[in-house]
């Protein structure tokens, strides 16, 4: 009862401190600031997953049933802002992502895994320090339109899906009527213990000065009927115990990003292109290419198709995806879908076709579809 009643005091006087900081005034005070405010904000997404062609030994397949992720992940944000006069703002982010179906956190034990940084904005651009996107992020998102949820290119580059760094510093401008660039640099890419994409171990922060550094540069363009986008990023090995084989400050996990849209009427088409070099793999050299168009059917149906290729230099693996979706808008907020991923490994290659868990990969060399419907809603 006591935590009850505490928990009202707070939601009160929370609620109470907003409405009086959306009036304390039009901001036109240099001095004293102006008004402030906190959204909170989120999106779920759950859908029913059939897998055909999962490894049940090594030589042997099944299929399976299950629930989990769609079209993108689960998340719950706070978004802050205060007027702090000439044009400057004070900003904050915590955002947090969740599993819907186990009701459990998606980035390992952090309380915010997916942002969690406070900076200033104006004139000059956006200056933020915590954990937040690097400008990988920034650039894949214009040219993605398949997104970072089960299917699509996060089955085949983790980093799509997780482009986030910890201890970092970051700068973004916009100019020029549609031109953007940035720059992230991290002096600790991964604080979290772990043996996982989202806990690799990787602190940094040491007297080592190189260890586990990150930094990432973004140039991009985004006009009303095309754009292009590029990204540099190096992330930096640790130390034996730094998961995913850079277990080394000398060893680099690097990508660059380059790609473009247009506009058909109403239908989008984008082209992108990641070339990664990854000390932590045995074959480390790779290109991820792909093609992508939205088409609008109706003012509330669309189609999203996608054709992408991994390849392997001086190796046999590759891998080949046919992805397709179809959504349907009951609301702004609130969208049904239905979406398939069909993958195709060549060499010893075993890459699944989606990225839920529990991971159930295809038989080294073959293939996998995944087909889940679901609906989703953002808040």
């Known amino acids: 009862m006591k935590l009850v009643v505490s928990l009202a005091a707070l939601a009160a006087a929370a609620f109470s401190a907003q409405v009086h900081a959306g009036d304390e005034g039009d901001g036109a005070s240099s001095n004293t600031g102006g008004s402030s405010s906190v959204t909170i904000y989120g999106f779920i997404d759950q859908g029913v997953e059939y897998i055909h062609d999962t490894a049940t030994s090594k030589t042997t397949t099944g299929n399976a049933t299950r629930i989990g992720s769609g079209t993108a992940t689960s998340y719950l944000g706070f978004r802050g802002r205060e007027d702090l006069g000439g044009g400057l703002r004070a900003i904050f982010n915590l955002e947090q992502g969740y599993s819907p179906d186990l009701g459990t956190q998606s980035q390992g034990p ?49 980093g799509v ?103 058909f009427g109403g239908t989008k088409v984008s082209v992108g292109w990641i070339r990664r070099q990854n000390d932590g793999l045995a074959t480390p050299k790779s290109d991820l290419a792909w093609i992508m168009s939205t088409i609008p059917v109706t003012t509330a149906f669309s189609i999203d198709l996608m054709l ?64 889940i419907t679901g609906f989703r809603h953002a808040f």
């Open 308 to 371: 992408a290729e991994l390849n392997y230099k001086d190796s046999a693996d590759k891998a080949d995806v046919l992805g397709l979706r179809g959504q349907y808008a009951l609301s702004k907020r609130t969208a049904l879908y239905i979406t398939a991923d069909y993958i195709n490994n060549g060499g010893a290659l075993a890459v699944g076709a989606t990225t839920n868990a529990p991971a159930v990969a295809p038989l080294p060399g073959g293939s996998q579809l995944s087909l």
């Open 110 to 158: 952090r309380a915010w895994g997916r942002q969690a940084y406070v900076g200033l904005e104006g004139s000059f651009g956006l200056l933020n320090l915590g954990r937040q996107y690097t400008m990988k992020a920034f650039a894949m998102s214009p040219i993605n339109m398949f997104g970072t949820g089960a299917q699509g290119l996060p089955t085949l580059d983790e």
């Open 161 to 263: 899906s997780n482009p986030r760094a910890d201890n970092a510093i970051s700068y973004r401008v916009k100019f020029g009527g549609g031109f953007e660039t940035g720059a992230n640099y991290s002096f600790g890419r991964d604080g979290l213990a772990g043996n996982s994409k989202v806990a690799t171990n990787c602190p940094g922060e040491a007297t080592e000065a190189s260890q586990c550094r990150e930094w990432s540069l973004l140039l991009k363009y985004d006009g009303d009927k095309w754009g292009v986008s590029s990204a540099y990023e190096r992330q930096n090995g640790g130390t034996s115990a730094t998961y995913g084989g850079l277990t080394s400050p000398d060893l680099h996990d690097t990508r660059t990003i380059l790609g473009g849209y247009l506009f």
